[in-house]
C-alpha cells in the first residue's frame, strides 16, 4: 500500500485568542469550517502561524483535543508537533495520534541548528517512533539548518514520511528532489519573496503549505492544484498574478503578524498576537484591508470590513507605533 499523497492547498491557520488571551476554541470551529466548506484540502494547526512558540504544552495539548472533535471528513486536519529536544518531539506526535490526528508537521527544534546528517537522523527517529505521518520542513531561515536535496531524497525512503515542505529558495533543489520520483508530496510556502510557486508547480510539485489560504482560500486551491492540462497552467498564472498583492502583503512582516492582523480587521477570529508580537496598525493594515476590498474577497466571503483603522494619530490603548522591517519577510508558516 502507497504513502498518503497530499495534494493541493494546505492552509496554515492561525490560533484565535479571546480579549482575556486565553484559547478561542469557538473560534477555532469557524476557521476549521471556513477552510472546510472553500475546499481547502488539508490544515496545519499549530504552525508557526499558529503561533506554537508561544505555546505552553497544555494548550498545545488541549488544542489538539479539542480541535479534532471539529474535524469532518472532507479535510484532513495535521498538527505541529516539533518540541526542543527528539524525545519532546516523539511525545508531542505521539499525543497528537492518540487524539486521531491525520498527520503531524516537525521542523528541527529552533536555536539547535543541528547538522544536515545530525536532522536526517532526528527525522528518522521521529518518524519510526509515530503511528501517524510525518511531514518534515525544511525551513533553514528560521531553525538554522539547511537540508539538501540529497537528504531529502533519503528521508523520502522513509515509509512514514509523507511530505517535504520547501522553504529553501532554490528551484534547483525543487527540481532534484521531482526527479528523483520519490513517493513523497513536495510542497512550498507561499512566500513571493523566495519565489518557489511557480517552479514547484510547473516542475509537478503537489501544491502549497500557505499562509494566503487564511483570507483567500478558494484562490489558494486554484494557485495548489497540481497541473494536469493546459487550463490548469493558465488557471495558475491568471490567479497567482491576480492575488500577488496579497501574498507580498502577508509576507510584509514576520508570519503571522500581517495575516492575523488583518483577519482581526476582516471579522475573522483571531485576537491579538502574543507578545512580545504586535498587531499592524495605521497605514501598513489599510494596505492590506485595500488588497483585500480591490480583489473583491470582502464581498466573496462576506468579511466585515472596519469604519476605520486606529493609527499613530489615534491609537488604542495597547497600541505602540507602528514598527517597519528593512528587509522582506522569507517563509515563516
Not at 496545519?44 to 494548550?59: F, H, K, N, P, R
Not at 505521518?133 to 525544511?138: E, H, L, S, V
Not at 495558475?236 to 500577488?244: A, G, P
Not at 499613530?312 to 528587509?327: D, H, I, L, V, Y
Request: with cysteine; net charge negative; hydrophobic share 40%.
Amino acid at each position: 500500500m502507497g504513502k498518503l499523497i497530499i495534494e493541493g492547498s494546505f492552509v496554515a491557520i492561525i490560533t484565535p485568542f479571546n480579549r482575556d488571551g486565553n484559547i478561542d476554541y469557538d473560534g477555532f470551529r469557524t476557521l476549521i469550517d471556513f477552510q472546510s466548506t472553500n475546499g481547502t484540502n488539508a490544515v496545519l494547526i499549530m504552525g508557526s502561524t499558529g503561533e506554537v512558540s508561544a505555546l505552553s504544552v497544555e494548550e498545545r495539548h488541549t488544542i489538539i483535543s479539542k480541535t479534532m472533535k471539529f474535524k469532518n471528513t472532507k479535510m484532513l486536519q495535521l498538527y505541529g508537533c516539533t518540541s526542543n529536544t527528539t524525545q519532546g518531539t516523539i511525545d508531542m506526535v505521539r499525543y497528537a495520534a492518540g487524539e486521531g490526528a491525520d498527520g503531524a508537521i516537525i521542523t528541527v527544534p529552533s536555536y539547535m541548528v543541528p547538522s544536515v546528517e545530525d536532522a536526517v537522523r532526528y527525522y528518522i527517529e521521529v518518524a519510526d517512533a509515530s503511528s501517524i505521518p510525518i511531514g518534515i520542513y525544511n525551513n533553514p531561515t528560521r531553525v538554522g539548518t539547511d537540508l539538501s536535496a540529497e537528504a531529502i531524497i533519503r528521508l523520502a525512503d522513509h515509509p512514514n514520511i509523507i511530505i517535504d515542505k520547501e522553504a529553501a529558495g532554490r528551484p534547483s533543489q525543487i527540481a532534484k528532489i521531482l526527479a528523483s520520483k520519490k513517493d513523497i508530496s513536495l510542497m512550498c510556502c507561499d512566500s513571493p519573496n523566495l519565489g518557489l510557486i511557480p517552479p514547484v508547480m510547473a516542475l509537478g510539485g503537489h501544491g502549497t503549505a500557505n499562509v494566503t489560504g487564511n483570507i483567500a482560500p478558494q484562490e489558494m486551491n486554484i494557485i495548489s492544484k497540481p497541473w494536469l492540462s493546459f487550463e490548469d497552467a493558465q488557471a495558475f498564472r491568471e490567479t497567482y498574478l491576480k492575488i500577488s498583492p496579497l501574498l507580498y502583503f502577508n509576507y510584509s512582516r514576520v508570519n503571522p503578524v500581517p495575516v492575523k492582523s488583518l483577519m482581526q480587521a476582516l471579522g475573522l477570529p483571531a485576537g491579538d498576537l502574543r507578545k512580545p508580537n504586535l498587531n499592524m496598525e495605521g497605514q501598513d493594515l489599510e494596505t492590506g484591508i485595500e488588497i483585500v476590498k480591490n480583489l473583491g474577497l470582502a464581498e466573496k466571503y462576506q468579511f466585515t470590513l472596519p469604519k476605520e483603522i486606529f493609527s499613530e494619530s489615534n491609537p488604542p490603548a495597547f497600541s505602540s507605533k507602528n514598527r517597519t522591517s528593512s528587509e522582506p519577510n522569507k517563509c515563516f508558516i
